[in-house]
C-alpha cells in the first residue's frame, strides 16, 4: 500500500504515543516529534507506511534511549491472550467449521495493536470478531491453498496475536514457518514473543530480518525470502504486513481487522470490518 | 493556553485539511505537510496555539497559493446561519430569561468551526446546545459585569457565527466593539464576513490587527489593545480565543463549545461540553 497524505499526522500520533510509552520527558518526547517533523519530506507518497514506521520509531528509540518501549507491553499482552487460550480452544471444538472458527480466532488476535489503537478491550472485541460478517471473504481460495499447500508460511503481526495465529496453526495441522520481526518494533512479535506464545511447539520460527513494522521485502533477509518465494500458501496477517506486501503478485492470504481508515478506503471496506482477503495478482516466477 | 504535545500532530492534520480545501494536487499539500513538518521545532510548547496556527495557514496560502481557501465555505456558513436567525430570534423572545438564552445562542454559533472540527450539523448542534447544560457557568459574574459596562469588547471567532452573536448583541442593548481578524485565518470572521451577519447595524466593527486565529495580543494593533485595556467587560469567543487569552489578566468572559480534548483538559471540562467562564485573574493596571 502507498502513503497516503493522512499517514503524515498519523506518524506524528505514533510517534507521541511511542515517545509517552518510552519517557515521561516532555523535552524529549518534543525533541522527536521536531525530528519526526523534519524526516516528513524525505517520506515519498509511492514508499509503503512500515518502511517510515521503521525509521520513526527507530528514531523514538534513539532520542529516549529505550529502544524497546513496549517491551511490558508485550510480555502482558501474552500473557492476557495465553488465559483466553483454553476458551479460544472450545469455541473452535464446539464449531461447525473448525478451521473457519479458528480463522476468526487469528483475526480477533489481530485487535491487539499499540500502534493504530490503544482503545481496546480484548475480552469484548475477541467474541465481537467471532461472531462479526466478513466484509471480504475469501474463504473458499484459502481452503482451496491450504489443501494443495505442503508448507505454509505464516507472517505474524503483533505479540499476543501470536497466541491466536498458534490456534490457527494448530487446526491447519500443516507445517507452518511463522515469521516474526527481526528486532523489537512497536508491540509487533519477535522470537521470544513468539516462545512464549507456545508457536514453537507447533511451526518453525524465523525472521523476517527486518525491523520494518510489516514484511517489506526489500529489507527482509535472504533466508526469509527464500522461503517466501517457494512458498504456494502465505498468510499476512495485520495491518502493517497488508501495507508492505499489498501490492505485491505472491498468492498471499490476508487475514485482519481493519483499525484504520485509509486501510479501510485502500482496501475498499469499513474501518471495524474483518477481512479474509486473497491477493489477486498473478504469480511471479 | 500553552501548547500541548498533543498540538503537534494536530498542526499537521489541519495543514492537511485546509491543503486540500485549497487545492487537489497532491504534490503542492505534501509540500504544505513536508513544509509544516519542517516548522515543528521552531514551535516552542510555551507559545500559545494560535501564534503557530498563523504560521502554518499562512504555509498554506503560499504554497497552495490560494490565501483563503474557506472564503467560500465562509459565505455559505453566514448564508446558513441568517436562516436561522428568525428562528433564533423567537426563542430567545420566547424564553424566560432572554439574556441566557441569547448566550445559548451565541456559544451555539461556535460549532461552526472548519479548525478544529468538520463533523457538525448546525440545526441539531444548535438545538443541541439551547438545551445542554453548562459545564461552567459563570453566568452571575456574566450580568453583574454587563450591569456595570458602558462598553462591551466583543470578541468574535468565526464565519456565521457572527449571526449568533448579533442575536447576543441585540439582547445586550449595550454600546458594543465588535473584534474581528485582520486578515482571512480559516474560516475566521474577517470584516466582511461581521458585515455580512449584519454586524455592522448593531456594533462598532474593528478588527484586531492580526491575522492570528485567535486575539494573540502581542501581534494585535496599537488601536485595537487599546480598546482591549480600556473595556471593563470582555467577552471572547471560541477556542482560538481562549487559547490566546486564557492566561491574561483582564476581566474576560469565555463563552464556547469544546471541540478539541487537549482545551478541554486545559479548562478542566470534557469535549462537547458548553462553557461560559469568567477569567480568575486579577486586572493589570
Known sequence: ??????????????????????????TKIK??????GMM???????????????WIYRKVGEITGIPDPYRDIKKESTRKALSLYPYLKKQVASSDDGLLTAIRVAIAGNVIDFGSNWNFDLNTDVDDVLEKDFALFDY??????????????????NA?????????????????????????????????DAVDAGIDGVATIISTGTDAPGAI??????????????????????????????????????????????????????KGDIVLKANKGPRKK
Not at 19 to 26: L, S, Y
Not at 179 to 185: H, T
Not at 221 to 246: C, D, M, P, T, W
Open 1 to 26: 500500500m502507498r502513503t497516503y497524505l493522512d499517514c503524515f499526522p498519523c506518524f506524528l500520533t505514533q510517534a507521541l504515543r511511542a515517545g509517552r510509552i518510552a519517557t515521561d520527558d516532555e
Open 31 to 36: 525533541k522527536v516529534l521536531d525530528e519526526v
Open 40 to 54: 516528513l519530506r524525505e517520506i515519498p507518497l509511492d514508499s509503503t507506511p512500515p518502511q517510515s514506521g521503521r
Open 140 to 157: 473458499g481460495q484459502f481452503k482451496d491453498r491450504l489443501n494443495a499447500a505442503n508448507e505454509i508460511l505464516y507472517i505474524g503481526d
Open 160 to 192: 499476543g496475536e501470536c497466541v491466536f495465529d498458534r490456534i490457527l496453526i494448530e487446526e491447519m495441522n500443516r507445517p507452518v514457518t511463522y515469521a516474526v520481526r527481526g528486532a523489537p518494533i512497536i508491540n509487533d512479535a519477535t522470537y521470544e
Open 217 to 270: 521485502l526489500e529489507t527482509c533477509s535472504a533466508e526469509f525470502k527464500k522461503v517466501y518465494h517457494r512458498s504456494s500458501f502465505i498468510i499476512s496477517k495485520g495491518q502493517g504486513n497488508y501495507e508492505a506486501l499489498s501490492m505485491e503478485p505472491e498468492p498471499i492470504l490476508f487475514l485482519l481487522k481493519i483499525k484504520c481508515h485509509i486501510i479501510a478506503k485502500d482496501i475498499g471496506v469499513k
